[in-house]
Nanobody, 121 residues
Framework: VQLQASGGGLVQAGDSLRLSCAPSKRTIERSDMAWFRQPPGKEREFVAAISRSGSTYYADSVEGRFTLSRDKDKSTVYLQMNSLRPEDTAVYYC????????????????WGQGTQVTVSS
């Protein structure tokens, strides 16, 4: 597994969680990285991305609630999720090594195993 994702869980609406994604290979440690999520019965959707230079990009649905950051050594990335809502319930996947547009899942070459986030109302 080249990307190790962790931090999911079951929380109540309004709570916070922090997801982590740690690369296991040097070749992707300093790659652009992103989080996607797949709600039950739906397609995988973009959540947030961070470039090697530290620029961040967010989906409208999480802007202002989620914050993406990475370690100073540019390896592990963290997705801080605040004010969680039931509609944030999904399996969250981290991704690395994009080939183009950040917003499309098929542009990312390396994927983690996914971590479940469940938000109860």
């Amino acid at each position: 597994v080249q990307l190790q994702a962790s931090g999911g869980g079951l929380v109540q609406a309004g709570d916070s969680l922090r997801l982590s994604c740690a690369p296991s290979k040097r070749t992707i440690e300093r790659s652009d990285m992103a989080w996607f999520r797949q709600p039950p019965g739906k397609e995988r959707e973009f959540v947030a991305a961070i470039s090697r230079s530290g620029s961040t990009y967010y989906a409208d649905s999480v802007e202002g609630r989620f914050t993406l950051s990475r370690d100073k050594d540019k390896s592990t990335v963290y997705l801080q999720m605040n004010s969680l809502r039931p509609e944030d319930t999904a399996v969250y996947y981290c991704a690395a090594d994009p080939t183009g547009n950040y917003y499309h899942a098929h542009r990312w070459l390396v994927w983690g195993q996914g971590t479940q986030v469940t938000v109860s109302s």
